[in-house]
């Protein structure tokens, strides 16, 4: 497996770099440690002259300390290389992780914009959006610490394609019997509107919960052989995000990890409205897997 982990030294990168190095462990694995310099949009007069180039040696010697303290991190693993990119952030990650042949991409949700500590930082968003690779977005939790004993997940399975490539990205890291997982299906209500609630409606109900069931248990029995602890849930809920996360939470999971429809022109602007989100509002780490 090819990891590229970007990192810009805000906590979250730094505490994704002890988590995959914990997680890779016993997985054999390629990582490039990959950081951005992002030289300033300013107009071209004779005062530019004087501090840009200051500023971009300021920002070339943090981009090289950063690479420094996250490899140290990984002084444990025999293949992990640095590289400093130059150009638009999200760009340059996307570029690199193609260049690279990257199977996932990490990225830290909150690096070190005002704005990112508001709402998800815009560059781990579009990241996520737009790349055509897996992404594990880090969030610090209990559930996934860098330092923990237990990774407790919860994987969203529908019996899709895309919840297929969930299923197969993470079976695909030897948890080593550490992982607590579990397997969520999620029946969406019906939408009745005020509607009298007829007897076909309540087969209909009874029908999505009864299929939830089975498509949880299917994927758990997945998991069985490379993860000690599995469970299977079925949740009832008005929107399938919400009733991952509402599992997620109830498991105390550090980690969700959901599958993403592709990259038609639809999903570029919506990714996917389960895995989008759940990625705009997961407290915990996130897995988009394609």
């Known amino acids: 497996m090819k990891i590229l982990i970007a990192v810009d030294g805000s906590p979250d990168s730094m505490e994704a770099v002890k988590a995959i190095g914990r997680l ?14 992002n030289p300033p949009e300013v107009p071209i007069d004779a005062s530019a002259d004087l501090w840009v180039p200051q500023l971009l040696q ?18 444990g693993h025999d293949h992990v290389t640095t590289k400093t990119c130059t150009g638009h952030v999200t760009h340059s990650i996307l570029d690199t992780a193609d260049e690279y042949g990257a199977d996932l991409i990490v990225i830290g949700a909150v690096g070190h914009s005002a704005v990112a500590r508001i709402v998800l930082g815009s560059v781990s968003d579009d990241v996520a959006t737009h790349a055509k690779q897996s992404v ?14 237990d990774l407790r997940v919860t ?7 895309s919840s297929e490539k969930a299923l197969v990205d993470f079976a695909n890291v ?41 498509l949880a248990v299917v994927g758990a029995e997945r998991l ?22 509402k599992a997620a939470a109830e498991h105390n999971s550090g980690l969700i990890v959901v599958g993403d429809k592709g990259h038609g022109f639809v999903a570029r602007l919506l990714m996917g409205s389960t895995s989008r989100y759940v990625l705009r509002h997961a407290t915990q780490s996130v897995l988009i897997a394609r």
């Open 24 to 37: 890779t462990e016993k997985t054999p694995s390629q990582i490039l440690l990959a950081t951005v310099v």
């Open 58 to 75: 300021q920002q070339e010697e943090l981009a090289a300390s950063t690479l420094d303290n996250a490899a140290a991190l990984l002084a």
């Open 136 to 149: 594990l977005v880090y969030r610090r939790s209990e559930g996934f610490a860098a330092g923990g004993n």
């Open 155 to 161: 994987v969203a399975y529908d019996g899709s394609d």
């Open 174 to 214: 030897d948890w080593s019997g550490d992982a607590i997982v579990n397997v969520v299906s999620v029946a969406s209500r019906l939408e009745m509107f005020g509607q009298e609630i007829t007897p076909a409606a309540i087969e209909e109900s009874a029908k999505r919960r009864t299929d939830a069931k089975r």
């Open 224 to 245: 069985k052989k490379h993860v000690a602890t599995v469970a299977a849930t079925m949740m009832e809920s008005d929107h399938i995000g919400e009733g991952i996360m």
